[in-house]
């Protein structure tokens, strides 16, 4: 099957959006937009006289379970494997779940197995690992 039959002459195949996006479409984009915006001013207003890479990057190890589970989890989604798994389900049949469950098992060993040993260790990055075995 050719995307060309599958889509013909739409706008899709143009690539004029006009046609799919509704004003509310936008409205909703650009209040996405513009709250993303204004969480990552006021929290560099409010942390400016505080800049440190430990906090950046690790949140001064402070963080609760919730936002980081959030955190984790969001990391792994894009938009490209979201819309990607559901066209390839449709085109292959459920075989694309057993990547999930893959995916599902080694998130949990590496939860389990691995972080806890990083996090002891102070280690932000996996790479850091290579840094301390080479000294």
Not at 28 to 44: A, D, K, P, R, Y
Not at 113 to 118: K, S
Request: aromatic residues 14%.
């Amino acid at each position: 099957m050719k995307i060309n039959e599958t889509v013909g002459n739409s706008s899709i195949a143009s690539g004029k959006l006009d046609d799919f996006f509704t004003w509310l479409d936008y409205i909703v984009f650009f209040v996405f937009i513009l709250l993303s915006t204004g969480v990552g001013l006021f929290f560099t207003i409010k942390d400016r006289k505080n800049p440190s890479t430990s906090k950046y990057f690790m949140g001064q190890r402070e963080m609760s379970v919730i936002p980081v589970a959030i955190s984790m989890s969001v990391s792994f989604m894009s938009a490209i494997s979201m819309l990607g798994g559901a066209a390839e389900t449709y085109l292959h049949g459920v075989v694309y779940y057993y990547l999930e469950i893959a995916l599902l098992s080694s998130t949990i060993l590496v939860s389990i197995g691995f972080l806890p040993f990083l996090y002891e260790m102070k280690i932000t990055s996996v790479f850091e690992v290579s840094c301390l075995i080479s000294t």
